[in-house]
T-cell receptor, first 113, second 112 residues
Framework: NAGVTQTPKFRVLKTGQSMTLLCAQD?????MYWYRQDPGMGLRLIHY???????AKGEVPDGYNVSRLKKQNFLLGLESAAPSQTSVYFC????????????FGSGTQLSVL | GENVEQHPSTLSVQEGDSAVIKCTYS??????FPWYKQELGKGPQLIID?????GEKKDQRIAVTLNKTAKHFSLHITETQPEDSAVYFC???????????FGKGTTLSVSS
């Protein structure tokens, strides 16, 4: 049972480049989330999805887009990367919402130069 | 919106001592309070959680207490071990379950 898998694990971008982070879960969870983690800032929610075909904005959505075309996958896109988006990105999933255990992936370290 | 404050930011203890991490929250409607442990290079993992209809919950060496009146909750780790060294995050969730706000984390170091 793989749980939540994130790819890639590391990435370096130049300012203005675009990229997509992929998250896959094999637990048949309805809810999926993208968080970013910055030193001294804790975890902040970027976007989330309550089911296939749905997306919603979290605390810090600007500069990011997401898609949930399949229940098991949740994609996070950066259309024009900025240095302020240098961070560690975590994907998570849960069965029915945020009032229960979240299962996190191992993270993607993104550097924007 | 909800705001979660976590203290201390760093905590160093000797093996076998107890460790306490405290969090306060601002939204009196919050009703779910989990604690996550994050080891170096890994994603956070839930270690214990408590809901607003319970004042205390224990799981072996770990316990969480909740004071709804004062709007604060605490993590207690007894008989600490080196493998307890990690970053610990508290969080608070709204009743609608659409927002889970994390504290900024506590780096716990347990020396043997």
């Amino acid at each position: 049972n793989a749980g939540v898998t994130q790819t890639p694990k590391f990435r370096v971008l130049k300012t203005g480049q675009s990229m997509t982070l992929l998250c896959a879960q094999d637990m048949n969870h309805e809810y999926m989330y993208w968080y970013r983690q910055d030193p001294g800032m804790g975890l902040r929610l970027i976007h989330y999805s309550v089911g296939e075909g749905t997306t919603a904005k979290g605390e810090v959505p600007d500069g990011y887009n997401v898609s949930r075309l399949k229940k098991q996958n949740f994609l996070l896109g950066l259309e024009s990367a900025a240095p302020s988006q240098t961070s560690v990105y975590f994907c998570a999933s849960s069965l029915t919402g945020l009032n229960e255990k979240l299962f996190f992936g191992s993270g993607t370290q993104l550097s924007v130069l | 919106g909800e705001n979660v404050e976590q203290h201390p930011s760093t905590l160093s203890v000797q093996e076998g001592d107890s460790a306490v991490i405290k969090c306060t929250y601002s939204d009196s409607a919050s009703n779910y309070f989990p604690w996550y442990k994050q080891e170096l290079g890994k994603g956070p993992q839930l270690i214990i959680d408590i809901r607003s209809n319970v004042g205390e919950k224990k799981d072996q060496r770990i316990a969480v207490t909740l004071n709804k009146t004062a709007k604060h909750f605490s993590l207690h780790i007894t008989e600490t071990q080196p493998e307890d060294s990690a970053v610990y995050f508290c969080a608070a969730s709204s009743p609608a379950g659409t927002a889970l706000i994390f504290g900024k984390g506590t780096t716990l170091s347990v020396s043997s």
